[in-house]
């Protein structure tokens, strides 16, 4: 939803929060540092004034100026050196102050040419300068008191932009933790308000989908909650209204698909027999009409022609045969009888079965098996598989026309496929096989007399068994096979 209300609260009020956060922190880069100067200039001010204040209205060497010294060095970080007009220390914030001494000496002299000057007035001046021998950066005051002497005070700059880095660092964890806690409050808060309207939202589509099971439920008492219970009186009036004609509408609909489905399935079925049975019809009528009309006179003519029409009849009661063998198997509701029975000489009896073929073709059939091996089947359906492999392979045969039988046993079960050398089929055609009246190569089918169902009884049976079946491509050939039951 790219124009959630949750959405929008939450963006916005989190770009608030963030933009403000990042306001204070660039104003917190920018100017903290020049505060802390301006912060730090007043406190050497301060304390300059309160040394100068005491040292003007007390003795230096009393208990109570020396307390008031401390009291200023500690309080705001500052190192503190007070000399007579002797150059004599008087007081000091550490016991050895042999270099602040000499600097402010070297100022009172020299009047600090290195220094960059930050403020001057007639009893003092505000300065920044690097030591050199600590290699830091100050902010000094020195100049003379009330009374004659001369004061140096003085606090590192590093300090403060230690203090400013840190403020600086302290101000993004913060405000990152800021952001995402008040993302996830205003997020709650405006889930608790868009929640109803979601819910009511979800409620109109499915009511604008004849669904009325859907009830408002979120309750309260405000205007969404009004909003909600008058949705509820509605669902369940147009339910009531409704009911009836979704019902009839449903019927009609499922009647409208059946008779669709069943029209198409005709008029497929009828174009596929029709197709198959055009060729030998054409044929039969045409040497018949010959036959009629003494075309040829001579009696091997009229043989020939006589075995066509019984050869295209044939063909026609083949397919005949097994469109009703096909449609038993589709439609029947018989169990099938499943018995236990070795299958290799079965097989052994399908190959010799085809033997004339294999040498009227050329091609040379390979079964070693000797152990026997039990399995769950109806034999005479089973028989049926093989022979259907077996065709399909001799009449595919190509290359090195060789046909391979071979049995796989698979713990409780044992996988028997036919594999001949050939060219693969295509793989867009692999899961077409198994439909009626479906052949990759048309013309090739109905050179050898193929009718395309074959394959369907086999998928039939197979689905009776509740076995597995399928089909392989090698890169010399094709394997298809079929998997029985071998547990006792």
Not at 16 to 23: K, N, S
């Amino acid at each position: 939803m790219k124009r959630s209300i949750k959405k929008q609260f939450t963006i916005i009020f989190g770009a608030v929060i963030a933009g403000t956060l990042v306001l204070f922190w660039i104003v917190n880069i920018l100017f903290l540092g020049t505060f802390y100067m301006h912060r730090k200039e007043s406190v050497l001010e301060t304390a300059f004034y309160r040394i100068d204040s005491q040292s003007s209205f007390g003795d230096m060497a009393s208990e109570e100026f020396d307390r008031e010294f401390r009291s200023i060095a500690s309080t705001y970080n500052l190192e503190i050196i007070i000399l007579d007009t002797d150059t004599k220390t008087v007081k000091a914030t550490a016991k050895d102050n042999n270099l602040l001494a000499t600097r402010l000496i070297e100022y009172v002299i020299y009047d600090a040419p290195d220094a960059v000057i930050i403020r001057t007035t007639d009893q003092y001046r505000i300065q920044r300068s690097t030591d050199s021998l600590v290699q830091l950066d100050y902010i000094e005051l020195w100049g003379f008191l009330s009374d004659g002497r001369m004061t140096l005070i003085r606090t590192p700059i590093e300090g403060m932009k230690d203090s400013a880095a840190v403020a600086n660092t302290l101000l993004t964890y913060v405000g990152v933790f800021v952001i995402l806690i008040g993302v996830l409050i205003v997020r709650y808060a405006a889930d608790r308000v868009t929640k109803p309207i979601l819910e009511l939202a979800t409620i109109s589509r499915r009511m604008a989908e004849l669904d009325f099971d859907a009830k408002y439920e979120s309750g309260g008492d405000n205007e969404i909650a009004l909003l909600g219970g008058n949705i509820n009186y509605l669902s369940e009036k147009l339910e009531t209204t409704i009911s009836e004609l979704k019902s009839a509408n449903n019927e009609l609909k499922r009647d409208l698909e059946e008779k669709i489905e069943i029209d198409e399935m005709r008029k497929e079925f009828l174009s596929n027999v029709s197709h198959e049975l055009k060729t030998p019809i054409a044929l039969i009528q045409g040497y018949a009409e010959g036959l009629k009309d003494n075309v040829n006179t001579d009696e091997e003519s009229r043989d020939f022609y006589c075995d066509v029409i019984i050869d295209e009849a044939a063909k026609m009661n083949r397919l005949v045969m097994s469109l009703l063998e096909l449609n038993h198997l589709e439609n029947s509701i018989e169990r099938t009888a499943m018995e236990r029975f070795d299958i290799v000489p079965l097989i052994k009896n399908c190959a010799d079965a085809v033997g004339i073929l294999l040498k009227q073709n050329g091609i040379t059939l390979v079964f070693d098996r000797k152990e026997p091996l039990y399995v769950w089947a109806d034999v005479f359906k089973t028989e049926q598989i093989i022979n259907n492999y077996l065709s399909n392979a001799i009449h595919y045969a190509m290359g090195e026309k060789r046909v391979e039988i071979t049995i796989e046993e698979r713990g409780d079960t044992a996988r028997i496929q036919v594999f001949n050398t050939g060219e693969p089929i295509p793989a867009d055609h692999l899961d077409k096989l198994w439909t009626k009246f479906y052949k990759v190569d048309k013309a090739r089918t109905r050179e050898y007399g193929g009718s395309g169902i074959g394959l369907s009884i086999v998928k039939a049976i197979m689905e009776s068994f509740n076995q597995s079946y399928g089909v392989i491509n090698y890169e010399n050939g094709v394997g298809f096979w079929f998997e029985l039951d071998t547990k006792n």
